[in-house]
């Protein structure tokens, strides 16, 4: 047994682990320009059917009780939101550390902080390439200079996994920084080779939305008159927060491209690109918006009052005692800042309750009725459907990742992403009997 049925099933989330688990260098992970993400190469003459490729591999199952067995993370009734100790705004003391991040630099700066009170011998993080556009690698920052090249973060696939080979080589204690599914692969690897388990003292969380594939890129850019051959690289969160696009084409010049749209066409043009149509297929099926195995998860502070907001801030999930110290100990050491947040806000600019991760079960159903592979869970509290009309989009997802295949036909693909945010809005976000009460109060009165 290999990761070859894994990637067959379009359950590949480009992770990484199953290269460095195979004893013997049978498995190479690669960038596949037809799928527009990473995916691993088995060379059957060389694999002897271990299986310890595929018993890493979180595409295929994430039985998350088993991997909190170790976390020590006490997760309440409903999954969804993992265990909260608090919640929090966060910023980057240092300006050019707050001025380079994706967010308010709460991550780099936590790491810095733990360099200089050697706490820890390097950092598990992830840096962006400038010579291909789809090239990023995952390495080890041992000092703060290496470090300050991992910031900003990066929406295409990136196979972090390969870095264990590294580190199963190398004392001392480390810091992982990693999406959930990331974070799901390093527990499961940590199974199989125990030995890293004591030197990895810290998992930093994202929330994620969702990997994007290039197959995004050769649809949006176009349309903004790029051509994307000519692409060299790509940062996704250049400048003043919330940062835009920022393109490296192979003569040298540089293209930024903003996320305020001036008409709807192209406000509906970026979200069938970004916030739909192209994600990783076994990204449609993640559980784990909240990487709610990780010490700390990190986001985007998404909240109305920060709508103006130039240099940027971190919105924080605390969820382990160690977390919950090392983020007071660099706050009094003057490393980071701190503005309350409230949970409920926390997890309504999350989200949850509205998007594909916390509907699971809905997407479980329609999947399976579609005959389509959906990954083995098991929950540790209960997970519920949040929204009944949630259908309709899972429905929508099972259509356009049809559709997508077929360049010929994507012109199919703002219809949908039409049809469905129409949906959305009447019986999601409004409460139908309002929208209705609002409709019929605008007609009479
Ligand atoms: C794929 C992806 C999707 C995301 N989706 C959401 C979302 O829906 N909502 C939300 O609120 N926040 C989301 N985030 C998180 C957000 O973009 C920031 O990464 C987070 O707020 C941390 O910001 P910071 O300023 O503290 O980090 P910085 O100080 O800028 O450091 C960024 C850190 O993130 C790591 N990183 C960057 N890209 C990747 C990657 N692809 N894989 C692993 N590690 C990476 C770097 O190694 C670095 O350590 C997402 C992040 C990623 C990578
Ligand atoms: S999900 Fe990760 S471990 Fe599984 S096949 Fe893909 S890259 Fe390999
Ligand atoms: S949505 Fe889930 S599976 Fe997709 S990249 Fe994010 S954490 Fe990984």
């Not at 008159?225 to 250049?238: E, F, P, V």
């Not at 991760?357 to 959906?374: D, E, I, R, T």
């Amino acid at each position: 047994m290999n990761v070859s049925n894994v990637v067959n099933n379009d359950l590949c989330l480009s992770c990484g682990f199953c290269e460095p688990a195979c004893p013997n260098n049978a498995v190479n992970i690669k960038f596949d320009t037809q799928k527009g993400y990473h995916i691993p190469e088995i060379n059957e003459l060389k694999c002897d059917n271990s299986g310890l490729c595929y018993a890493v591999c979180p595409g295929v199952e994430v039985d998350f009780s088993e991997l909190n067995s170790n976390r020590k993370c006490t997760i309440p009734e409903f999954q969804h939101f993992g265990n909260v100790l608090s919640t929090s705004v966060l910023f980057a003391n240092n300006r050019e550390i707050r001025k380079n991040a994706a967010s308010g630099g709460f991550i780099t700066a936590l790491i810095n902080y733990l360099f200089d009170s050697k706490q820890i011998d390097g950092a598990i993080v992830t840096k962006n390439s400038y010579d291909q556009p789809f090239n990023p690698v995952g390495y080890i920052a041992r000092n703060k200079e290496d470090l300050l090249k991992s910031q900003m973060s990066i929406y295409h696939t990136v196979p972090m996994g390969k870095v264990m080979t590294e580190l199963q080589q190398s004392s001392g204690k480390y810091v992982f920084v990693g999406i959930a599914c990331q974070t799901h692969g390093l527990l499961k690897y940590m199974q199989i080779f125990p030995e890293i388990k004591d030197k990895i003292f810290l998992i930093l969380g994202t929330f994620c939305g969702g990997y994007q594939t290039s197959l995004a890129h050769e649809y949006y850019f176009p349309k903004q008159g790029i051509d994307i051959s000519k692409m060299k690289s790509i940062d996704y969160r250049y400048g003043e927060f919330p940062g835009q696009f920022n393109l490296g084409l192979n003569n040298g010049e540089k293209i930024e491209i903003g996320r305020r749209f001036k008409t709807k066409k192209k406000a509906n043009q970026y979200s069938v690109a970004f916030n739909s149509s192209f994600y990783v297929p076994r990204c449609y099926t993640c559980a784990d918006k909240g990487n709610i195995l990780s010490d700390i998860t990190a986001g985007d502070p998404w909240l109305p009052k920060f709508k103006n907001e130039k240099l940027g801030k971190s919105l924080i999930v605390s969820r382990t005692e160690l977390g919950e110290k090392l983020i007071n100990e660099a706050i009094n050491s003057g490393y980071l800042t701190k503005e309350d947040a409230k949970f409920k806000d926390v997890m309504d600019v999350q989200k949850f309750d509205r998007e594909r991760h916390g509907n699971q079960l809905a997407y479980k159903k329609v999947f399976s009725f579609f005959n389509k592979p959906y990954p083995k869970y098991s929950f540790i509290g209960k997970v519920k459907i949040y929204n009944r009309f949630v259908y309709f989009r899972v429905v929508a997802d099972v259509i356009r990742l049809n559709i997508r295949e077929r360049k010929s036909l994507w012109f199919l693909l703002r219809p949908l992403y039409f049809v469905e945010s129409q949906i959305k809005n009447y019986f999601i976000n409004n409460k139908p009997l309002e929208y209705l009460a609002k409709r019929l109060k605008g007609k009479w009165s």
